[in-house]
T-cell receptor, first 109, second 116 residues
């Protein structure tokens, strides 16, 4: 079967750095997405990786290793507004999106 | 504001009621989706419409009935639901291009459904 694993919950301190991991086992691979979802709000797109390596976008970076079936989302200089759920999703060989259950990130002052 | 609007935001209904969820996208996209989001579970794709034709139905119970009258509007008709159907129902849209992998989804804020 197809599976996406990410931690259920993480806690970090304002101003610090946090890394949210995502491992996947899917039928084929056509890219990996990260979305952010604040409580009671719509998920919003953060990043898309299809090639190995690190993609940086401001305070957020996303890394992909296709050989390891692994990605992470790195958040730097954490702010209170970064408290949210972070969803990892993989596009499989049939172009179906396979979703993880999300990681709830709690930022403490 | 994501360009995708869902109404109502909250809905409480009994198991014998009939209600509908509405979604409207103002982005000019050609594909729309219904997802179910339950606590601590992955998003479940329910229905996909591309160019107003249903292209996917992931074995969803018949008590959920989608309708896509045009590329900007999507409905989810609800009838004889069960308590386990209580969840957040998210609508999304995207722009699909021939020969190009599906891209970014734009989500609405969801309709929180409670079935008593």
């Amino acid at each position: 079967g197809q599976n996406i694993d990410q931690p259920t919950e993480m806690t970090a301190t304002e101003g610090a750095i946090v890394q949210i991991n995502c491992t996947y086992q899917t039928s084929g691979f056509n890219g990996l997405f990260w979305y952010q979802q604040h409580a009671g709000e719509a998920p919003t797109f953060l990043s898309y990786n299809v090639l190995d390596g690190l993609e940086e976008k401001g305070r957020f970076s996303s890394f992909l290793s296709r050989s390891k079936g692994y990605s992470y989302l790195l958040l730097k200089e954490l702010q209170m507004k970064d408290s949210a759920s972070y969803l990892c999703a993989v596009l499989d060989s049939n172009y179906q999106l396979i979703w993880g259950a999300g990681t709830k990130l709690i930022i403490k002052p | 504001e994501t360009g995708v609007t869902q109404t109502p935001r909250h809905l409480v209904m009994g198991m014998t009621n009939k209600k509908s969820l509405k979604c409207e996208q103002h982005l000019g996209h050609n594909a729309m989706y219904w997802y179910k989001q339950s606590a601590k579970k992955p998003l479940e794709l329910m229905f996909v419409y591309s160019l107003e034709e249903r292209v996917e139905n992931n074995s969803v119970p018949s008590r959920f009935s989608p309708e896509c009258p045009n590329s900007s509007h999507l409905f989810l008709h609800l009838h004889t639901l069960q308590p386990e159907d209580s969840a957040l129902y998210l609508c999304a849209s995207s722009q699909e291009l021939p020969g190009v992998p599906p891209g970014e989804l734009f989500f609405g804020e969801g309709s929180r459904l409670t079935v008593l």
